[in-house]
T-cell receptor, first 116, second 109 residues
Framework: GAGVSQSPSNKVTEKGKDVELRCDPI?????LYWYRQSLGQGLEFLIY????????KSGLPSDRFSAERTGGSVSTLTIQRTQQEDSAVYLC??????????????FGPGTRLLVL | EDQVTQSPEALRLQEGESSSLNCSYT??????LFWYRQDPGKGPEFLFT???AGEEKEKERLKATLTKKESFLHITAPKPEDSATYLC??????????FGEGTQLTVNP
């Protein structure tokens, strides 16, 4: 079946511009997660959705970052006034359920963001 | 705060040369320990979930084991196509995964 999909696969933007990254989770998965992977660093948690609600957004690095999820499906991560340090791979994952029950998270291919 | 440390950072093997990757962790209460494989330019691909000490899982040439403080990923008779970065992650009280920085494995023919 179809896995997690993300778009765009690559994004180059200028410092100060806003960007939107999209994630389509696996059909039927109620939990959705965003992570960031910077060069030479491990994956860093950003935010988690259960349905359309975000019980944990403690990983968002600043108020320039926001995310929403609609219809319990597609999610958009928005970065306003991008900075060079925002350059990274943004990964989305989804799971059948959540609430710390040890459910497996399945990852998409990521969006590679480069801020010039 | 959950912590995950993977070693070695990089490992180079000859085809057929078995070895193990280590994942040491500190959590307040383990809900699951996850192993993923990541190829360059791709997202992490799920391999195994382990839930309690003593548990073992196998898939082809890979075998994952778990103790109360660490997990091992054993690779038996590796092939060049096993070359990738292997990531370990833990989940405790929340839903987020905390990842180690990975072990970059290269298997030479």
């Amino acid at each position: 079946g179809a896995g997690v999909s993300q778009s765009p696969s690559n994004k180059v933007t200028e410092k100060g511009k806003d960007v939107e990254l999209r994630c389509d989770p696996i059909s039927g998965h109620t939990a959705l997660y965003w992570y960031r992977q910077s060069l030479g660093q491990g994956l860093e948690f950003l935010i988690y959705f259960q349905g359309n609600s975000a019980p944990d957004k403690s990983g968002l690095p600043s108020d320039r970052f926001s995310a929403e999820r609609t219809g319990g499906s597609v999610s958009t991560l928005t970065i306003q006034r991008t900075q060079q340090e925002d350059s990274a791979v943004y990964l989305c994952a989804s799971s059948l359920a959540a609430a710390g029950g040890g459910e497996t998270q399945y990852f998409g291919p990521g969006t590679r963001l480069l801020v010039l | 705060e959950d912590q995950v440390t993977q070693s070695p950072e990089a490992l180079r093997l000859q085809e057929g040369e078995s070895s193990s990757l280590n994942c040491s962790y500190t959590v307040s209460g383990l809900r699951g320990l996850f192993w993923y494989r990541q190829d360059p330019g791709k997202g992490p691909e799920f391999l195994f979930t382990l839930y309690s000490a003593g548990e073992e899982k196998e898939k082809e040439r890979l075998k994952a084991t778990l103790t109360k403080k660490e997990s091992f990923l054993h690779i038996t008779a590796p092939k060049p196509e096993d070359s990738a970065t292997y990531l370990c992650a833990v989940q405790s009280s929340g839903s987020r995964l905390t990842f180690g920085e990975g072990t970059q494995l290269t298997v030479n023919p």
